[in-house]
């Protein structure tokens, strides 16, 4: 990775053990020119992972997932223990993304728009990828951030706290009971509906079928709203 008029001696990419001499980085390939302070971006990460997406409108779709830790809610049914993260750089993120086969990344969470996404975003388009994000939508996103946004707010556990992004590709709303009028303010602004049941762990398998079932019967009274269904869990995968 090469920087201009620079000298980012204070970033040290992992793969290449190279210290400031980012002309030669193994990591880099033919890749454009990055800026220093954009490799050495910190974020706190939970986990990098490859696996397919198994929910929403990509159902199936296999990416890359970068989940960072922190979140502004704290929903019951979470199933990211997202105060637990290591910090890494930007160089580090890149150099973990780059051992997959793969040119798709969701940024989850946690919640992401906690963080500063930009750094991320010129370093991966510049390589071609293609960025999505799963947010609870109480962080307005700037435009041209991401090429995909789903929206998967939580106002039915947090009445009080708004809804600042109001459009997108896709929102998906876990259900617990809510009626789906609560949506009617933002819903003209996303592409794709989902409705997804609310999956508890520490729930039976009687209880969460209950569950299933009852989403599934407001979805067909709600033919604006489709089905959605957490199917890599049912896989046994992340």
Known sequence: INAINSQ????????????????????????????????????????????????G???????????????????EWCDTDFETFTTMTAI?????????DCKRIIFTGGEPMLNDLWP???????????LSCESNGTIEIPDGLLDWITI???????????IRQTSGDELKCVYVGQDLAMYDAIK????????QPCYLHSESVEWNGKNFALTENVVKKNPQWRLSLQTHKWMGID
């Open 8 to 55: 980012p001696s204070f970033v040290k990419c992992e793969v290449c053990n190279l210290n400031g001499e980012f002309g030669n980085c193994g990591i880099s390939g033919n890749a454009s020119v990055d800026n220093p302070s954009d490799l050495a971006m910190e974020y706190k990460v939970v986990e990098i992972f490859h696996s397919i997406q198994g929910e």
């Open 57 to 75: 409108a990509k159902c199936g779709i296999p990416h890359v997932f970068i989940r960072f830790g922190k979140c502004n809610l704290q929903c």
């Open 92 to 100: 580090d993120i890149l150099s973990e993304v780059l051992k997959f």
């Open 120 to 130: 991320l975003h010129r370093l991966f388009k510049a390589r071609g990828y293609e």
């Open 152 to 162: 998967s707010p939580k106002d039915q556990e947090y009445p009080n706290v708004s």
């Open 188 to 195: 003209e602004g996303f592409e794709h509906l989902f409705l």
